[in-house]
């Protein structure tokens, strides 16, 4: 229950503390006086997103302090709980607007997000606007208002991951489909680059290797005639020879030299490794230089095999090898294709199967909670002086989405004989308001905790229609806390807490105040509401019938 709204600076309010009770309170004042903007005022507290120009003009920042009281049961605990906060019988909502648009907000003076004003305002306070009557003229909000109704959220929630499902099994189905038709239309190519590519059979790094040895055998001759003068200087005609005679005659005086000559002679041994070394690489080198003349022509025409291919693809000749694993793979998925095919048909199959069932049970639970809905809204619709007024939920097949296979339109007949017809061509405004109002306390019987707020529910009504719509709040309001903004002198009366909404011009700037109004008050603001501008004794004795307990 709503207990207390402090607003500062918002608007055209500078400072205004008001304390709500239970059971019906009403607000009341000329048209414009400012009370739509105690209502945007508790919008803002709450997180709901409305207007931005929230600050009043020539203060720095706005703020708006809305206190309630929870009982122990009370949902909004859980959305406390899931945010961190502490649980608390009173729930204290703080937010603080600044000129240049930022917003902070406080829970029981811990820092909070929007999406957790939010989260607790659906929880705490049921907004019946204005706006309202818009959304039942549109067939398109039938179904979500009959879900409500119904409490079908984990139904819907349901069918909603069912439909995805079936949506995503289906894209899969069609881009497989269009895959494998695509692979057929390529499917000769596919067969000979593959077929071609293992003939040639290449291997990375073989191009640059093939390169090398083809520019080894061109330069064969040249290379030859070098390595060969090279054998020779380095065998027993050359170095080979020098440095064994060298060694020989060195150690004819070695005896001789006092050790004098040892390094020497250490030395020229490991010359000899290292000249046995070098003659033997030479003469393999030399043993390779000896080849076929076919070699070298074979080794061009792989090469140009290879580099050819290579240009044909588009790639590199050392991606030759993982090109044909590609195209190895493709035709796999080719030759398998119908088999995967039919995997992915069982599995939409599947899919589509599982979204009927849900939608299906979804369909029925709707028509069920459409029959229980028309009774509960003959109900309503009674004490409301539409007694002869006929209500009927029609749920009728729908092409398969998100939220099922149904469309769902609300029909009245407002008048015995009459035929029925959709909302927006049978009912008047007044009439609208009333069934509006029968709607939303069907689906808000079950809420606990919530305040609820009709802005404005009698507009379009007087007399002996407004005065049933009053005591249908006040019924509604019995053991809860229902707020009303209305011009109805009727729905005042029957108010068991009443304020006035009045706007002043004080030094060259408007304020909208806010008076609570004692009985004497109410006597006279109810006469203001029967009269106009000029109370007369008679309109105060009209409002003191009024206000009578009836």
Not at 262 to 275: F, G, N, P, S
Request: net charge negative.
């Amino acid at each position: 229950m709503l207990t207390h709204l402090e607003i500062r600076d918002m608007l055209i309010v500078d400072r205004l503390d008001m304390g709500f009770q239970p059971g019906l309170n009403v607000l009341t004042g000329e048209t414009g006086a400012g009370k739509s903007i105690l209502l945007d005022a508790l919008g803002f507290v709450l997180g709901w997103r409305g207007r931005a120009d929230l600050v009043r003009s020539g203060a720095e920042q706005g703020e708006v302090t809305a206190v309630f009281e929870l009982s122990s049961s009370h949902p909004a605990h859980a959305v406390m709980d899931d945010a961190g906060l502490p649980r608390s019988g009173e729930l204290i909502l703080r937010r603080v607007n600044t000129q240049d648009g930022r917003k902070t907000a406080w829970v029981n003076d811990r820092r909070v997000s929007g999406d957790v004003l939010r989260a607790l305002s659906e929880t705490l306070i049921e907004l019946h606007g204005q706006q309202d009557d818009k959304g039942l003229l549109d067939p398109k909000n039938h179904r979500v208002l009959l879900d409500a109704f119904g409490g079908f959220s984990d139904m819907l929630s349901e069918v909603r991951t069912a439909w995805l499902a079936r949506r995503a099994a289906e894209k899969a189905l069609t881009e497989a489909e269009a895959e494998l038709e695509k692979m057929r239309a390529e499917e000769e190519f596919l067969r000979h680059s593959v077929a071609e590519l293992d003939d040639l059979a290449p291997q990375p790094g073989e191009e640059a290797k093939l390169d090398s040895n083809r520019r080894l055998m061109q330069a064969a001759e040249k290379v030859r005639e070098d390595v060969s003068r090279a054998v020779q200087a380095l065998g027993s005609d050359g170095a080979e020879g020098r440095l064994i005679d060298a060694r020989r005659w060195l150690e004819s005086v070695a005896a001789k030299a006092e050790a004098g000559l040892d390094t020497a002679l250490d030395a020229l041994d490991r010359a000899m490794v290292e000249l046995g070394e070098a003659q033997s690489e030479v003469d393999r080198f030399a043993e390779a230089l000896v080849f076929n003349p076919d070699d070298l022509e074979a080794a061009e025409d792989r090469l140009f095999a290879l580099r050819g291919l290579a240009r044909k693809h588009n790639v590199l000749p050392d991606d030759l090898s993982g090109l044909a694993d590609k195209l190895r793979a493709r035709l796999a998925l080719l030759d398998g294709g119908e088999t995967e095919l039919q995997a992915l048909r069982d599995a939409a199959g599947a899919a589509e199967k599982t979204y009927d069932s849900a939608a299906t049970a979804l369909s029925e639970a709707r028509r069920s909670a459409a029959w229980k809905l028309d009774a509960a809204m003959g109900v309503e619709l009674a004490p409301l002086k539409m007694e002869r007024a006929t209500f009927q939920t029609v749920v009728s097949p729908a092409a398969p989405g998100p939220d099922g296979v149904d469309d769902v339109t609300f029909t009245v007949a407002t008048n015995p004989g009459a035929p029925a017809g959709p909302l927006n061509r049978i009912a008047s405004g007044g009439e609208l308001s009333r069934f509006l109002l029968a709607l939303k306390v069907c689906l808000t019987r079950d809420s606990r905790g919530l305040t609820m707020i009709f802005d404005e529910i009698d507009r379009g009504v007087g007399g002996a229609t407004a005065d049933a719509v009053g005591r249908r709040l006040a019924e509604l309001a019995r053991g809860g806390q229902v707020l009303v903004v209305t011009h109805s002198p009727q729905v005042a009366a029957l108010g068991a807490h009443h304020w006035r909404v009045e706007k002043s011009v004080e030094g060259g700037t408007t304020f909208s105040r806010v008076t609570a109004l004692d009985p004497g008050d109410r006597v006279d603001e109810v006469a203001r509401m029967l009269a106009g501008d000029t109370i007369t004794d008679a309109a105060r004795e009209a409002a003191r019938a009024l206000l009578s307990p009836r």
